[in-house]
């Protein structure tokens, strides 16, 4: 149980388009889902919580116009990456808590590779 | 600040031997203790939290952690090391009345390399 997808595993767009990232619990719901961004040997850091039927809250230095959140139901969040350039280029992670009480865990999906070219 | 550091970039060590990596945090309360566990090119696994009780916890694949409060340390231990265990180990803590669902806080990380 507690599974979370991510689609697609890998992209690679040119500089100037847009990309959607989806986030999918698959056998949960989640009223909330997290999205991180993973430098190359790094750690991970939040970029924003979702909250499914309500605006997502950044974090602190992330650009809502640029990196568009919506969470549309219990087990779908979806990110998109407008008018993307090379240094937007990284690894994507969402991650879903489980609407069960207070569980405290997040489950996180396998990742999406963005290449900016 | 909050802040949770994973003071070894890298931890080495013999398949057959014991293993630790290490975390420690500052944020303020009690918070959440967290380890997570990335493959190559994968997401995060889920190994093992502390949320109250015991101060030793035992999580998957034989891994466990012993909460230290007067240390704020959440070491990360296991008995006898696999190679299969090679892999990027994080550290994240929830600090107290961030939300329901709290956000995580992630150390840098700390590769493991198990060899044989």
């Known amino acids: 149980g507690a599974v979370v997808s991510q689609h697609p595993s890998r992209v690679i767009c040119k500089s100037g388009t847009s990309v959607k990232i989806e986030c999918r619990s698959l056998d949960f719901q989640a009223t909330t889902m997290f999205w991180y961004r993973q430098f190359p040997k790094q750690s991970l850091m939040l970029m924003a919580t979702?909250?499914?039927?309500?605006?997502?809250?950044?974090e602190q230095g992330v650009e809502k116009d640029k990196f568009l959140i919506n969470h549309a139901s219990l087990t779908l969040s979806t990110l998109t990456v407008t008018s993307a350039h090379p240094e937007d280029s990284s690894f994507y992670i969402c991650?879903?808590?489980?609407?069960?009480?207070?569980?405290?865990?997040?489950?996180f999906g396998p990742g999406t590779r963005l290449t900016v070219t | 600040a909050q802040s949770v550091a994973q003071p070894e970039d890298q931890v080495n060590v013999a398949e057959g031997n014991p293993l630790t990596v290490k975390c420690t945090y500052s944020?303020?309360?009690?918070?959440?203790l967290f380890w997570y566990v990335q493959y190559p090119n994968r997401g995060l696994q889920f190994l093992l939290k502390y949320i109250t009780g015991d101060n030793l916890v035992k999580g998957s694949y034989g891994f466990e952690a012993e909460f230290n409060k007067s240390q704020t340390s959440f070491h990360l231990k296991k008995p006898s090391a696999l190679v299969s265990d090679s892999a990027l180990y994080f550290c994240?803590?929830?600090?107290?009345?961030?939300?329901?669902?709290?956000?995580?806080?992630f150390g840098a990380g700390t590769r493991l390399a198990v060899h044989p």
């Open positions: 991650s879903a808590a489980e609407d069960r009480g207070q569980s405290y865990e997040q489950y």
């Open positions: 944020v303020s309360g009690n918070p959440y």
């Open positions: 979702s909250n499914e039927g309500s605006k997502a809250t950044y």
């Open positions: 994240a803590v929830s600090p107290p009345f961030s939300g329901g669902y709290n956000k995580l806080i």
